[in-house]
Every structure is written in C-alpha cells, then in structure tokens.
C-alpha cells in the first residue's frame, strides 16, 4: 500500500508510476503522503525533499504529522495549495 523508501524521490516515483499521484493544487485526504519542495538557498528544483502523513484537512488547512522536522516528530500545518508542497501519493489503503 506505502513502499519503503530511504529517498523522497523513490516514493514520489513510486505513486506516479502506479496512477496514484496528485500534484499540489490538490486538497489531500487523510492518510495521503505529502511530499514538499523546499525553498532553500538554491530555490526550488522541482525534486521532493521531505515527507510527511496528511492526518486532516480543516477549511484549506492541511494537517501533517512529520518526522525529522527539527529532530523532533512534529504535527504542522499548510494552506492548501502552498507552494513549498510538491504534491500527494493517495495510498489505496
């Protein structure tokens, strides 16, 4: 349902190659794997960086449950839409 995956791009690639795939003007579902594209000191490349689990989406909010953000297991929040997300893997669970 979810590979294992070490790089961001494997799973990326994974979903797209499976038609599960949805870019970011997308609003998730929970339970979707969101993928993000950083803007760091070289801008943004197009190449997912960090991942994260959509728990909910509330009035354009997306709820994410992520794991290394600042060494730490973390719930964040994003509009959706925003333009840091790369887009979803939509696991068929």
Known sequence: VIPKFASCANGVSWFQQRGQWADNTAEPTPGMIIFFDWDDENGQD????????????????????????????????YTVGYYELLGFGAPVY
């Open 46 to 77: 197009g190449l997912p960086d960090h991942v994260g689990i959509v728990q909910k989406v509330e009035a354009g909010i997306i709820h994410t449950i992520e794991g290394n953000s600042s060494d730490a297991c973390k719930v964040k929040t």
